[in-house]
Each structure stands twice: as structure tokens, then as C-alpha cells.
């Protein structure tokens, strides 16, 4: 069994075909956290889970990129919803509400963090957008601990900042589709981070990385529908870009490829990893 610890099937790109991507995952040997990025997908994440008896789970939590939408017009990926970014205010209530009526289904908070991609022009409101972000990022961090569970991080352009938040935090979790350097990666796998790998190390070098970080302290991941491996694209599944939870296989390959190790050994200790991480 491989554990999929980042994937999307909460999403608009899966309306269609949803269950029918579920039961082909479960079919081989791949289990799912599905991962909300505000409110509504949160929801559906746990009505996913619910579903089943095993193999598919939920994290519930506000994206930073809806916890600032005020500084930035943004609008939303196609695969996730046509529209524009909306504000939205991390209800602590609604979402511990969320939490306790699936506890069993809700494994981690997430995904949750700062994101410095698209951001204020004037320097004013950028401070007021970082600082936005931030205090949102704590308070979910103080969510995670008050239901004693772990944290997805998500990091875009913000790694010095969210280190430093990290460390007066006591929360355990993983940094989702890590893209910083090996420094970095070294800081949060210090203060007892994972590293989330997915199909980005096909698009951006990212090989020092996972030959130096120890096996013990990486995830695999999709991101689905985003970042489908090239091979992934071969299939009957994945021929139209969209990518799924079945081809986190390709991310263990090229990182036994790179380790020169077995898939299997990757396969087994990032599965584990997960289920010690995740309480699954």
C-alpha cells in the first residue's frame, strides 16, 4: 500500500469521474488524503472520506491565498473553481465543527501557510498582506494543536518567514511540494518537518535534495489534478493533463532513481512515514 498524502479530489476537475478515480486508486494499492484549501473544499474533503471505510481521508484548513484576497485580485484555477478568489475568514468554530463530526475521516489541518506569489505592489499593502497571512497561518497552527493534529504546510516565495514562525510553534507536520533548497530543507526536517515530494521535481531540479534528505523524512504526494509526471501522460488516465493519485507511483520511482534504492524501500518507508505522521 502507498499513501498519497497530498491530493485534490475535492476539486471541480473530478466532478464527473470522481468515484470512479477513487475505486481505481483504492484498486491499486493507493490510499488518499484529500486536502482542503478553504471552507467548501474542506467539506467536501470530509464527504469524500466518508465514504469509504478505508484508503481515503481528509485535512481541513484555509488556503493563505483566500485568507488575503482583499490584497489581490486572483482568479482561480479552472480545475478548482471558475471564479474569482473570494475572502474568506478562518471561522475557528465552523471549522473545529468540521473537524469533531468526522474525527475519525480528519487526519491533519491543511493546507495551510504563506503565499508571496501574487501580492500587493505598494509597500504598505504588502506588509499588511504578509501580516494578514501570518496571523491566519497561527491562528490554524493553534487549531492543529488544540485537536492534536498535524499541519500541511503550503510555501510559495515565504520560506524564511514561515521557519520562523515554525519555531515557536510545537506542531509536527509536512512542508506540501517542497521547492526550497537543501539549506532549507534541512532547517524544517530540524525542527521535525517532512518534506512533501510530487511531480514538481519534474520541472525544477530539485535532485540535491532528495539524494541527501533521509528516506525517513519525506512524503509522497500528487497535488492532483496538478503536476502530472510526463510518463503519467502515456496513460488512458492521465492522456488529457489530469493528474491522479494512482501516479504518485512515478514521484516514488524517480526518487529510488536518484537514491539508488528500490521503489519498494521507497514505497514502504514514505508509507510509513505517512501513517506515523498522520495517525492512519
Known amino acids: 500500500m502507498i499513501l498519497d498524502t497530498h491530493s485534490h479530489l475535492n476539486f471541480k ?8 478515480v477513487v475505486k481505481r486508486t483504492l484498486q491499486g494499492s493507493v490510499w488518499m488524503i484529500n486536502v ?5 473544499t ?29 490584497f489581490q485580485k486572483v482568479k482561480t484555477d479552472p480545475e478548482e473553481g471558475d471564479f474569482f478568489v473570494k475572502e474568506e475568514v478562518f471561522d475557528y468554530e465552523r471549522y473545529k465543527r468540521l473537524a469533531l463530526s468526522a474525527s475519525r475521516r480528519v487526519v491533519a489541518i491543511g493546507e495551510i501557510g504563506l503565499d508571496y506569489y501574487y501580492k500587493p505592489k505598494t509597500n504598505v499593502k504588502l506588509e499588511q498582506f504578509k501580516e494578514k497571512q501570518k496571523r491566519v497561518f497561527i491562528e490554524q497552527l493553534e487549531f492543529a494543536k488544540e485537536l492534536n493534529l498535524p499541519v500541511i504546510i503550503h510555501c510559495r516565495m515565504a520560506h524564511n518567514d514561515i521557519i520562523e514562525i515554525l519555531k515557536t510553534q510545537q506542531v509536527r507536520g509536512v512542508i506540501h511540494c517542497f521547492t526550497g533548497n537543501l539549506e532549507e530543507a534541512q532547517r524544517y526536517m530540524d525542527l521535525g518537518f517532512y518534506i512533501g515530494i510530487n511531480g514538481i521535481i519534474f520541472k525544477l531540479d530539485l535532485d540535491e535534495v532528495i539524494k541527501n534528505a533521509p528516506l525517513d523524512k519525506i512524503l509522497v504526494e500528487t497535488d ?30 524517480k526518487i529510488a532513481d536518484l537514491k539508488g534504492i528500490s521503489f519498494n524501500e521507497v514505497a514502504e518507508t514514505t508509507t510509513q512515514n505517512a501513517r506515523k505522521l498522520f495517525k492512519i
Open 36 to 40: 482542503g484549501t478553504k471552507y467548501e
Open 13 to 20: 476537475a473530478y466532478d464527473n469521474d470522481r468515484d470512479e
Open 224 to 253: 492532483c489534478p496538478y503536476l502530472i509526471p510526463p510518463l503519467a501522460r502515456r496513460s488512458p488516465e492521465g492522456e488529457g493533463g489530469r493528474n491522479e493519485p494512482i501516479f504518485v507511483k512515478h514521484v516514488i520511482q
Open 42 to 70: 474542506s467539506k467536501q474533503a470530509v464527504e469524500i472520506a466518508e465514504k469509504y471505510n478505508d484508503g481515503v481521508y481528509a485535512a481541513i484548513g484555509l488556503h493563505p491565498i483566500y485568507a488575503s484576497a482583499e
